[in-house]
């Protein structure tokens, strides 16, 4: 990959922060995002951190999370648990599988992990401000999209991993839940969940020759509350610039008439 790759790196820890520890030290004091229950109130204080601001948009991100002090022995992650998909789908810069790509064909590709539980986003010149997630859930990713081109590059969308689904019913929202692809515009306009309910995102990759923005899916299929390797997954696309959520690259009952011929 080289020098190009490492190129696309350093703007992912520029833009983005790069990967965002869950625990920070306040006055001597470890506090971590808080545990997120789904039929009780989330306990901690209110937190607001720094303004992630969009390139070449009077745009800011303002992430929104409820802090808990965390104890000696405590998890640093109390959303990451055992049991759930190895680490590296869980919102690091790999979930955006052909960053690399982008950073040789002119595209540039920023992505973070975070622990929010929202974000905020403002357009500084119209004094305007809304919220990303209209529901309870944990933001784990953020990416910056901006597409080849020959004039100056812009932020076309922001992308968010967010797991906003308690699938396996335990009454928290972590880790070994569904997790799905939220998409806005450039400016964090119209956010909104692209991905299927119930089911979680392993990557995505876009193709900036016809913009499309793929997700490979990994469904429950065999019922038993957990996402792993004996789950089936396939590929959903979404037309950037034209659709509102994603679809089936393969309409599902043409697999159905695949796999018959193999029974």
Request: proline share 6%; glycine share 8%.
């Amino acid at each position: 990959m080289g020098w190009k790759f490492a190129v696309c790196l350093v703007l992912i820890s520029v833009v983005v922060g790069g990967c965002q520890p869950a625990s920070r030290s306040m006055g001597g004091r470890s506090h971590t995002i808080s545990t997120t229950t789904t039929d009780v109130p989330v306990v901690g204080r209110a937190a607001l951190q720094r303004p992630v601001e969009v390139p070449g948009r009077a745009v800011v991100v303002v992430p929104f999370v409820l802090e808990s002090e965390k104890g000696m022995f405590e998890r640093d992650d109390p959303f990451q648990r055992r049991g759930s998909m190895p680490p590296a789908s869980h919102g690091g810069p790999t979930w955006l599988e052909n960053a690399s790509l982008g950073a040789r064909n002119g595209a540039t590709y920023a992505a973070g992990q975070v622990r929010w539980h929202n974000a905020f986003i403002r357009d500084l010149d119209r004094n305007e401000e809304w919220m990303v997630l209209d529901r309870r859930g944990v933001i784990t990713s953020l990416a910056f999209l901006s597409p080849p081109r020959t004039t100056p590059q812009e932020i076309t969308n922001l992308l968010f991993l967010a797991t906003t689904e308690d699938t396996n019913g335990d009454g928290y929202l972590n880790s070994l839940d569904a997790r799905r692809l939220w998409l806005a515009e450039g400016d964090g306009r119209n956010p909104r969940p692209i991905t299927p309910a119930g089911a979680y995102v392993l990557r995505v990759w876009i193709d900036w020759q016809y913009e499309n923005l793929y997700a490979q899916v990994l469904f429950d299929s065999d019922g038993d509350g957990r996402f792993t390797d004996a789950d089936e997954a396939m590929p959903w696309m979404l037309r950037l610039g034209l659709d509102d959520v994603a679809r089936p690259v393969i309409d599902a009952e043409l697999v159905s008439r695949a796999r018959r011929l193999l029974e």
